[in-house]
């Protein structure tokens, strides 16, 4: 019982340790360079950004077509789709990344800042890759 009560004791002692860990990490700012962010570009099949130019919500969605739409990601990631969506509608903007695993990220993108949106992008990108080079996966070869 003793034995029982100790291991319970550690176990829960260390999901309370990762949960901070997990909160920790997202709170902190992610230093991605300019061959880091080409790499995890490869991850990204398709990127939507929707948005009405005559909108003042629209900043960073304008913002963030013009940072992912760049040479630089076109080398690295030849088959990635860049799209902007013009809207004559009082919609909400939105940035949707499409990813390599069939998985989405869904931004109102009125609500993030541009620098915020990405950082969620590379998280991801960097969880796949992990995922990938575990599984003994290439993303060049999707």
């Known amino acids: 019982n003793q034995?029982?009560?100790?291991?319970?004791?550690?176990?829960?002692?260390?999901?309370?340790v990762q949960s901070h860990i997990e909160r920790l990490s997202f709170a902190m700012p992610l230093k991605v360079n300019k061959e880091l962010s080409s790499q995890?570009?490869?991850?990204?099949?398709?990127?939507?950004?929707?948005?009405n130019p005559f909108d003042s919500?629209?900043?960073?969605?304008?913002?963030?077509?013009?940072?992912?739409?760049?040479?630089r990601y076109r080398r690295?990631?030849?088959k990635l789709k860049v799209n902007a969506h013009i809207l004559s509608t009082p919609n909400a903007p939105?940035?949707?990344?499409?990813?390599?695993?069939g998985s989405d990220k869904i931004f109102d993108s009125k609500?993030?800042?541009v620098n915020?949106?990405?950082?969620?992008?590379?998280r991801m990108a960097m969880k796949m890759d992990?995922?990938?080079e575990l599984e003994g996966k290439n993303v060049d070869d999707i």
Request: glycine share 2%; aromatic share 10%; hydrophobic share 40%.
């Open 40 to 51: 995890l570009m490869k991850y990204v099949r398709n990127i939507d950004v929707s948005f």
């Open 116 to 122: 915020e949106m990405l950082e969620d992008v590379w």
């Open 57 to 71: 919500r629209t900043r960073s969605a304008r913002e963030l077509l013009r940072q992912v739409n760049i040479q």
């Open 111 to 113: 609500e993030y800042l």
């Open 94 to 101: 939105t940035v949707k990344f499409h990813f390599v695993d």
């Open 3 to 16: 034995h029982c009560s100790i291991k319970n004791s550690l176990s829960n002692l260390l999901a309370g």
């Open 130 to 132: 992990d995922d990938f």
């Open 76 to 78: 690295a990631n030849p």
